[in-house]
Protein backbone atom coordinates (compact mmCIF):
# COMPACT_ATOMS: atom_id res chain seq x y z
CA UNK A 1 0.00 0.00 0.00
CA UNK A 2 0.98 3.06 -0.81
CA UNK A 3 0.53 6.64 1.96
CA UNK A 4 0.21 9.95 1.62
CA UNK A 5 0.56 11.72 4.41
CA UNK A 6 0.02 15.49 4.95
CA UNK A 7 -0.78 17.51 8.05
CA UNK A 8 -4.01 18.11 6.73
CA UNK A 9 -6.25 18.31 3.53
CA UNK A 10 -4.07 20.16 0.93
CA UNK A 11 -2.14 16.89 0.41
CA UNK A 12 -4.83 15.91 -1.63
CA UNK A 13 -3.34 17.84 -4.27
CA UNK A 14 -0.67 15.43 -4.51
CA UNK A 15 -2.61 12.00 -3.73
CA UNK A 16 -4.58 13.10 -6.69
CA UNK A 17 -2.45 13.08 -9.71
CA UNK A 18 -0.43 10.14 -8.25
CA UNK A 19 -3.69 8.08 -8.36
CA UNK A 20 -4.76 9.52 -11.89
CA UNK A 21 -1.04 8.14 -13.03
CA UNK A 22 -0.88 5.29 -11.30
CA UNK A 23 -4.64 3.98 -10.27
CA UNK A 24 -3.85 0.42 -9.96
CA UNK A 25 -2.43 0.63 -6.29
CA UNK A 26 -3.81 0.75 -3.11
CA UNK A 27 -3.74 4.04 -1.45
CA UNK A 28 -4.22 5.35 2.01
CA UNK A 29 -4.40 8.97 2.72
CA UNK A 30 -3.41 10.84 6.16
CA UNK A 31 -4.50 13.90 7.33
CA UNK A 32 -3.40 15.12 10.76
CA UNK A 33 -6.20 17.96 10.38
CA UNK A 34 -6.39 18.37 14.47
CA UNK A 35 -2.91 19.65 14.84
CA UNK A 36 -2.81 21.58 11.49
CA UNK A 37 -1.48 24.14 9.90
CA UNK A 38 2.00 22.30 10.56
CA UNK A 39 3.39 25.22 8.93
CA UNK A 40 3.63 27.60 12.28
CA UNK A 41 5.20 24.82 14.47
CA UNK A 42 8.42 24.63 15.86
CA UNK A 43 10.34 21.98 13.92
CA UNK A 44 10.55 19.71 16.92
CA UNK A 45 6.94 19.77 16.76
CA UNK A 46 6.07 18.70 13.18
CA UNK A 47 9.13 16.39 13.53
CA UNK A 48 7.10 14.58 16.79
CA UNK A 49 4.01 14.92 15.05
CA UNK A 50 5.63 12.94 11.83
CA UNK A 51 6.66 10.08 13.51
CA UNK A 52 3.48 9.45 15.18
CA UNK A 53 1.48 9.23 11.66
CA UNK A 54 4.80 7.47 10.01
CA UNK A 55 4.61 5.13 12.89
CA UNK A 56 0.83 4.47 12.40
CA UNK A 57 0.86 4.27 8.59
CA UNK A 58 4.13 1.71 9.03
CA UNK A 59 1.42 -0.18 11.57
CA UNK A 60 -1.02 -0.17 9.00
CA UNK A 61 0.85 -1.78 6.46
CA UNK A 62 2.01 0.99 4.44
CA UNK A 63 5.52 0.13 2.34
CA UNK A 64 5.89 3.34 0.74
CA UNK A 65 4.84 7.02 2.50
CA UNK A 66 4.91 9.97 0.40
CA UNK A 67 5.15 13.01 2.54
CA UNK A 68 2.99 15.07 0.36
CA UNK A 69 3.45 18.27 2.59
CA UNK A 70 5.68 20.30 2.06
CA UNK A 71 6.38 21.55 5.86
CA UNK A 72 6.82 17.93 6.84
CA UNK A 73 9.26 17.27 3.86
CA UNK A 74 11.41 20.37 4.93
CA UNK A 75 11.28 19.68 8.40
CA UNK A 76 10.80 16.02 9.47
CA UNK A 77 11.93 13.96 6.53
CA UNK A 78 15.23 13.64 6.99
CA UNK A 79 15.07 13.04 10.92
CA UNK A 80 12.60 10.60 10.07
CA UNK A 81 14.47 8.55 7.22
CA UNK A 82 17.28 8.85 9.69
CA UNK A 83 15.34 7.08 12.61
CA UNK A 84 13.11 4.49 10.64
CA UNK A 85 15.11 3.36 7.91
CA UNK A 86 18.36 2.14 8.84
CA UNK A 87 19.88 -1.00 7.44
CA UNK A 88 17.97 -3.62 5.96
CA UNK A 89 14.93 -1.72 7.11
CA UNK A 90 15.12 0.32 4.05
CA UNK A 91 14.59 -2.64 1.85
CA UNK A 92 11.51 -3.10 3.32
CA UNK A 93 10.00 0.10 3.62
CA UNK A 94 10.19 3.63 1.87
CA UNK A 95 9.40 7.27 2.95
CA UNK A 96 9.99 9.93 0.35
CA UNK A 97 8.72 13.74 0.21
CA UNK A 98 8.55 16.44 -2.53
CA UNK A 99 11.51 18.64 -2.33
CA UNK A 100 13.87 16.44 -4.69
CA UNK A 101 11.45 15.88 -6.98
CA UNK A 102 10.25 19.63 -7.25
CA UNK A 103 14.21 20.53 -7.02
CA UNK A 104 15.20 18.34 -9.92
CA UNK A 105 12.21 20.05 -12.23
CA UNK A 106 13.63 23.38 -11.50
CA UNK A 107 17.02 22.75 -12.41
CA UNK A 108 15.64 20.96 -15.73
CA UNK A 109 13.27 23.95 -16.17
CA UNK A 110 14.89 27.45 -15.60
CA UNK A 111 16.52 29.11 -18.19
CA UNK A 112 17.87 32.51 -16.25
CA UNK A 113 18.58 30.50 -13.01
CA UNK A 114 16.37 32.42 -10.92
CA UNK A 115 13.53 30.72 -9.14
CA UNK A 116 10.98 32.03 -6.64
CA UNK A 117 9.63 29.50 -4.11
CA UNK A 118 6.62 30.38 -1.94
CA UNK A 119 5.83 28.42 1.04
CA UNK A 120 4.85 28.11 4.98
CA UNK A 121 6.74 29.78 7.38
CA UNK A 122 8.47 26.31 8.46
CA UNK A 123 8.95 25.56 4.60
CA UNK A 124 10.82 28.74 3.89
CA UNK A 125 12.79 28.80 7.22
CA UNK A 126 14.29 25.08 7.03
CA UNK A 127 16.03 26.44 3.52
CA UNK A 128 15.71 22.75 2.25
CA UNK A 129 14.82 23.68 -0.93
CA UNK A 130 17.90 26.60 -1.65
CA UNK A 131 19.80 23.11 -0.32
CA UNK A 132 18.37 20.32 -2.91
CA UNK A 133 18.81 22.90 -5.82
CA UNK A 134 22.09 23.75 -4.54
CA UNK A 135 23.52 20.01 -4.71
CA UNK A 136 21.92 20.04 -8.41
CA UNK A 137 23.28 23.74 -9.50
CA UNK A 138 24.80 25.96 -7.38
CA UNK A 139 24.47 28.84 -10.10
CA UNK A 140 20.79 29.13 -9.35
CA UNK A 141 19.68 32.03 -7.94
CA UNK A 142 16.55 31.31 -4.95
CA UNK A 143 13.99 34.12 -3.66
CA UNK A 144 11.63 32.32 -1.34
CA UNK A 145 8.21 33.79 0.11
CA UNK A 146 6.78 32.83 3.76
CA UNK A 147 2.87 33.31 3.21
CA UNK A 148 1.60 32.14 6.33
CA UNK A 149 -1.82 33.58 5.53
CA UNK A 150 -3.42 31.76 2.19
CA UNK A 151 -3.63 28.57 4.57
CA UNK A 152 -6.14 29.46 7.09
CA UNK A 153 -7.97 31.57 4.15
CA UNK A 154 -7.81 27.79 1.64
CA UNK A 155 -9.31 25.77 4.56
CA UNK A 156 -12.06 28.09 4.84
CA UNK A 157 -12.80 28.73 1.42
CA UNK A 158 -12.29 31.92 1.11
CA UNK A 159 -9.75 31.88 -1.38
CA UNK A 160 -11.49 33.02 -4.50
CA UNK A 161 -12.42 36.13 -2.40
CA UNK A 162 -10.89 39.68 -3.10
CA UNK A 163 -9.50 39.54 0.62
CA UNK A 164 -7.16 36.68 -0.47
CA UNK A 165 -6.25 38.30 -3.46
CA UNK A 166 -5.02 41.07 -2.58
CA UNK A 167 -2.76 39.16 0.11
CA UNK A 168 -1.49 37.27 -2.27
CA UNK A 169 -0.47 40.12 -4.41
CA UNK A 170 1.06 41.63 -1.27
CA UNK A 171 3.25 38.59 -0.34
CA UNK A 172 4.22 38.33 -4.46
CA UNK A 173 5.45 41.52 -5.13
CA UNK A 174 8.61 41.21 -3.39
CA UNK A 175 9.42 37.94 -5.56
CA UNK A 176 8.17 39.79 -8.73
CA UNK A 177 10.65 42.11 -8.08
CA UNK A 178 13.62 39.55 -8.96
CA UNK A 179 12.41 38.38 -12.14
CA UNK A 180 12.41 34.63 -11.56
CA UNK A 181 11.30 32.00 -14.50
CA UNK A 182 9.79 30.36 -12.21
CA UNK A 183 7.67 29.74 -9.05
CA UNK A 184 7.14 26.60 -7.23
CA UNK A 185 3.95 26.34 -5.02
CA UNK A 186 5.95 24.62 -2.41
CA UNK A 187 2.99 24.25 -0.24
CA UNK A 188 -0.15 21.93 -1.08
CA UNK A 189 -2.50 24.12 -0.79
CA UNK A 190 -1.56 26.75 -2.96
CA UNK A 191 -2.49 24.63 -6.28
CA UNK A 192 -5.91 26.11 -5.50
CA UNK A 193 -5.39 29.47 -6.22
CA UNK A 194 -2.82 28.35 -9.20
CA UNK A 195 -4.91 31.07 -11.82
CA UNK A 196 -4.10 34.00 -8.91
CA UNK A 197 -0.38 33.31 -8.59
CA UNK A 198 -0.66 33.12 -13.04
CA UNK A 199 -2.06 36.14 -12.87
CA UNK A 200 0.00 38.10 -10.57
CA UNK A 201 3.61 37.03 -11.71
CA UNK A 202 2.68 37.25 -15.56
CA UNK A 203 2.55 35.11 -18.43
CA UNK A 204 6.76 34.78 -18.43
CA UNK A 205 6.75 33.22 -14.76
CA UNK A 206 6.26 29.49 -14.99
CA UNK A 207 4.09 28.01 -12.35
CA UNK A 208 5.22 24.77 -10.62
CA UNK A 209 3.10 22.50 -8.18
CA UNK A 210 4.46 19.47 -6.79
CA UNK A 211 1.42 17.35 -7.28
CA UNK A 212 2.19 16.71 -10.83
CA UNK A 213 5.91 16.65 -10.44
CA UNK A 214 5.68 14.35 -7.76
CA UNK A 215 3.21 11.72 -9.19
CA UNK A 216 5.88 11.54 -12.10
CA UNK A 217 9.05 10.99 -10.41
CA UNK A 218 7.20 8.52 -7.91
CA UNK A 219 6.60 6.64 -11.20
CA UNK A 220 9.73 6.64 -12.43
CA UNK A 221 11.47 5.50 -9.08
CA UNK A 222 8.55 2.61 -8.43
CA UNK A 223 10.23 1.18 -12.21
CA UNK A 224 13.57 1.36 -10.52
CA UNK A 225 13.25 -0.04 -7.67
CA UNK A 226 11.22 -3.86 -8.01
CA UNK A 227 11.92 -4.23 -4.37
CA UNK A 228 9.48 -1.85 -3.37
CA UNK A 229 7.13 -1.68 -6.08
CA UNK A 230 6.63 -5.72 -5.55
CA UNK A 231 5.43 -5.23 -2.04
CA UNK A 232 2.60 -2.99 -3.52
CA UNK A 233 -0.95 -3.77 -3.18
CA UNK A 234 -3.01 -3.83 -6.40
CA UNK A 235 -6.36 -3.76 -5.99
CA UNK A 236 -7.12 -0.31 -6.53
CA UNK A 237 -8.28 0.35 -2.98
CA UNK A 238 -8.47 3.93 -1.31
CA UNK A 239 -8.52 4.76 2.42
CA UNK A 240 -9.15 8.34 3.61
CA UNK A 241 -8.17 8.98 7.10
CA UNK A 242 -8.40 12.14 9.43
CA UNK A 243 -7.43 13.16 13.00
CA UNK A 244 -10.31 15.66 12.88
CA UNK A 245 -13.68 15.55 10.77
CA UNK A 246 -14.17 13.01 7.78
CA UNK A 247 -17.28 14.81 6.97
CA UNK A 248 -14.97 18.01 6.20
CA UNK A 249 -12.71 15.97 4.55
CA UNK A 250 -14.92 15.08 2.69
CA UNK A 251 -16.70 18.29 1.45
CA UNK A 252 -13.12 19.99 0.73
CA UNK A 253 -12.11 17.35 -1.35
CA UNK A 254 -15.52 17.70 -3.55
CA UNK A 255 -15.49 21.16 -3.43
CA UNK A 256 -11.56 22.07 -4.42
CA UNK A 257 -10.71 18.82 -6.29
CA UNK A 258 -13.53 16.89 -7.99
CA UNK A 259 -12.71 14.34 -5.69
CA UNK A 260 -15.87 11.62 -4.39
CA UNK A 261 -13.71 9.96 -1.47
CA UNK A 262 -15.32 7.09 -0.30
CA UNK A 263 -14.41 5.28 2.86
CA UNK A 264 -13.02 8.20 5.42
CA UNK A 265 -12.31 7.74 8.85
CA UNK A 266 -11.54 9.48 11.93
CA UNK A 267 -8.22 8.18 13.82
CA UNK A 268 -6.59 9.47 16.52
CA UNK A 269 -2.46 9.06 16.46
CA UNK A 270 -1.88 9.54 20.07
CA UNK A 271 -3.40 6.10 20.44
N1 LIG B 1 0.53 20.84 4.05
C1 LIG B 1 1.29 22.02 4.37
C2 LIG B 1 2.44 22.19 3.36
O1 LIG B 1 2.44 21.66 2.27
C3 LIG B 1 0.44 23.25 4.39
C4 LIG B 1 -0.49 23.34 5.55
C5 LIG B 1 0.17 23.41 6.90
O2 LIG B 1 0.83 24.41 7.22
O3 LIG B 1 -0.01 22.45 7.63
O4 LIG B 1 3.37 22.89 3.66
New binding site residues.
Given amino acids: MIAVF???F??LTVLKPIMELMPEYDYLYLGDNAR?????HSIENIRSFSEEAVEYLFEKGAKLIIFG???ASSAALRHIQKKYLNGDQEKERKVLGVLIPVAEEIVKKSRNKRVAIV??SA?IKSKRYEEEIAKIDKDIKVYSKACPLL?PFIEEGWHKKPEAKSILKKYLRPLKSCNPDILVLG???YPLMQKDFKRIMGKKVEILASGEITARSLKSYLERHPEIESKLGKNASRQFLTTDCPEKMKTFAKDNLSMSLSSTHKIDLKN
Fill in positions: DSGGGAPYGNCNTGTTVCTH
